[in-house]
């Protein structure tokens, strides 16, 4: 199952088969029981905001939209933590939702 | 009784800024001849080179290379890379070796052009590198956006704004201005935080060290040194995540790698005198004193602000001005801590020395986004 680094416009994390274990920077064995029994699964991309900064300084030839631009980090209903972009009105606790308007996570608040 | 060491019985420290002229050889060279005549050790008595990575060259061989430019023929040489954790790792891992009884006489060096070697864009762009390639570089993360974010969490568990971390720049720059060889010194004020250049908010201008250029060395030794010795008495380590997608904010590491220092050294936070603790940003060093257990959890910004850090405070803290305001050239930047601490010990700081006769301190620095922690205890003999 591809995801939006491979061009396909999803989150996906994975989970181990083993011992339930879930991550979303992708290895192919479980980083807790080293089990190589693990499943790829699509997020709904739904999920609370943990951490937001609004980027003020970047540097050309980065990868980056114009400044400034908001990254945040997100906690996953299947509770694994993402980083994207987002708009700059964000604050922890935020409930928000992904699309991938940027080719990257972008999330949003859900209406 | 005749105290054990390892000692650590040689420091070199440049000054830090933008001074263009030397290469990262030449940097660590000067950092390494001052720590050896320090010690008073020849370069043919080193029998073990630890030499931390630059970015501006990324040599393959540091070690070998200062090795070969200063003359010294030693048994052990290693490059290391544990992000702004490398120093300390050199110096544990240096004691480690004298430990084992590999070694009787250790250099560890740093130093890089890392300020006129590059532009500020490269340095940048190749600093995010500690972020996930895939996953979290595409994004548009910097190494300030990375700790900002750390910044955003921490000020919204506590209720805090961005102004209560801002005392710890005012704190640095306020040692500085003591400190010749400092990048910056000039006073500044909880208001010139809040009103400097955005960066990654919450973090402004003056919540983010300098890129410098500078190097730093130490001698370390089994033997005691000639005159006033100061002893590596436990050191620590702690590597739980790379990347802060995955770090578990309850326990980055500093705790457990501080811990195991101490309890090696057979002491505890409320026996340390004097201390440095990275400050790449003011919110780095803000975690690290709440996780280690300096300060309670949301309250070292309040603790700074209230002079508990100063130079006369209960617990000196980055005497130097920190990579904050002393400066950040990379790895030597997280050495300078070090070489601070040991110079106060040795009660040869001068104008800057702290009162009374502060006899255990305590440095940790990290690597990454929190990443890699080293802490070391030192004690004067
Ligand atoms: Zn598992």
């Known amino acids: 199952m591809r995801d939006w680094t491979q061009g396909v416009a999803q989150l996906v994390y994975q989970q181990c088969a083993r011992c339930g274990h879930r991550w979303y920077l992708p290895r192919p064995a479980c980083p807790r029981c080293a089990a190589t029994a693990v499943e790829r699964r699509r997020s709904t991309g739904i999920g609370t905001v943990v951490a937001v900064t609004t980027v003020h300084r970047a540097p050309a030839g980065g990868h980056h939209p114009p400044t400034p631009f908001g990254i945040c980090l997100v906690e996953l209903a299947e509770a694994v933590r993402v980083m994207g972009r987002c708009p700059t009105d964000l604050a922890p606790g935020d409930r928000v939702g992904v699309d991938f308007r940027d080719g990257v996570p972008r999330f949003a608040k859900r209406a | ?381």
């Open chain 2, 1 to 381: 009784m005749r105290l054990r060491g390892p000692w650590l019985a040689g420091v070199g420290l440049t000054p830090f800024g933008r001074q263009p002229g030397r290469s990262v050889l030449d940097w660590q060279a000067v950092a390494a001849h001052d720590a050896l005549d320090d010690a008073g050790v020849a370069p043919r008595q080193v029998d073990a080179v630890l030499a931390g990575y630059a970015t501006t060259t990324g040599h393959l061989m540091p070690a070998d290379l200062l090795a070969e430019h200063l003359g010294a023929r030693p048994d052990i040489a290693y490059g290391m890379s544990v992000g702004g954790a490398t120093g300390l790792a050199m110096v544990a891992a240096a004691a480690r070796l004298i430990e084992a009884g590999d070694a009787e006489v250790v250099l560890v060096a740093a130093g890089e052009d890392r300020a006129s070697g590059q532009s500020t864009d490269t340095s940048t762009r190749t600093l995010a590198q500690v972020g996930h390639r895939e996953h979290e570089v595409p994004v548009g993360a910097t190494v300030p956006a990375y700790y900002a974010l750390l910044a955003s969490r921490y000020l919204a568990e506590h209720g805090l704004e961005p102004a209560d971390l801002a005392p710890f720049a005012v704190q640095m720059r306020a040692h500085a201005a003591a400190v010749d060889g400092a990048h910056f010194r000039s006073p500044i004020t909880v208001a010139d935080v809040g009103s400097s250049a955005r960066i990654a908010e919450p973090l402004r201008l003056l919540d983010c060290c300098p890129v410098s250029d500078g190097g730093a060395a130490f001698v370390v030794t089994a033997g005691p040194p000639r005159d006033v010795g100061v002893r590596i008495a436990g050191v620590g380590e702690a590597h739980r995540h790379q990347h802060v997608s995955e770090a578990d904010f309850d326990d980055f590491g500093a705790r457990r790698c501080a811990g195991q220092a101490l309890d090696r050294a057979g002491r505890g936070v409320s026996d340390i005198d004097i201390a440095g603790v990275y400050d790449s940003f003011t919110i780095t060093v803000a975690l690290l004193l709440e996780e280690i257990g300096f300060s309670a959890p949301g309250r070292s910004g309040a603790d700074v602000a209230a002079g508990r850090f100063d130079r006369a405070g209960a617990l000196p803290l980055n005497t130097h001005g920190g990579l904050l305001s002393y400066g950040h050239c990379g790895v030597a930047g997280g050495m300078a801590h070090l070489v601070e601490v040991v110079t106060q010990l040795r009660r040869a700081a001068g104008g800057r020395q702290v009162a009374g006769r502060p006899r255990t301190g305590f440095v940790h620095a990290d690597g990454g986004v929190l990443s890699s922690h080293v802490s070391v205890v030192v004690e004067a003999a």
